[in-house]
């Protein structure tokens, strides 16, 4: 598999739309629901998803007037990289790091730290 880099969050914002979506979708489509969300004019939108493409996150094909674009990269395929990246470039690739930092200011609950170890316990069976 071809390893990407993380992607910066407004083009990630535009995958997200993508992904959510199992079919193709028109420019004009994609920046309705981004204009919504974010209040990004259209031509931004085209430009992202240029960059996109360029990259080989997206494929576009022609449809009419206009193109019809679709995530030409999975997202459980980016998920694991992108994180990888984000741990290595903001705690040394610690996640232990990443855990204190969650936690500063005791933001995770009883809840929350359950969840974590239980999922660490299953990590630990599967080795």
């Known amino acids: ?3 990407h880099t993380r992607l910066p969050d407004t083009e990630q914002d535009v995958m997200n739309v993508l992904w959510q979506t199992a079919s193709p979708l028109s420019g004009a489509q994609i920046a ?17 998803l240029q960059r996109l493409e360029h990259k080989g996150f997206v494929t576009r094909e022609k449809q009419g007037r206009g193109y019809l674009y679709s995530a030409a990269v999975a ?13 290595e470039k903001l ?37």
């Open 91 to 127: 705690f040394g690739g610690s996640a232990r790091n990443f855990m204190a930092a969650l936690n500063s200011e005791e933001k995770l609950t009883r809840s929350d730290i359950e969840e974590l170890q239980q999922y660490l316990d299953e990590l630990k069976r599967g080795l």
């Open 32 to 48: 309705a629901q981004l204009k919504q969300a974010h209040g990004w004019a259209d031509t931004t939108v085209l430009t992202l």
């Open 75 to 87: 997202q459980r395929d980016y998920l694991p990289q992108a994180s990888r990246s984000f741990l």
């Open 1 to 3: 598999m071809k390893e």
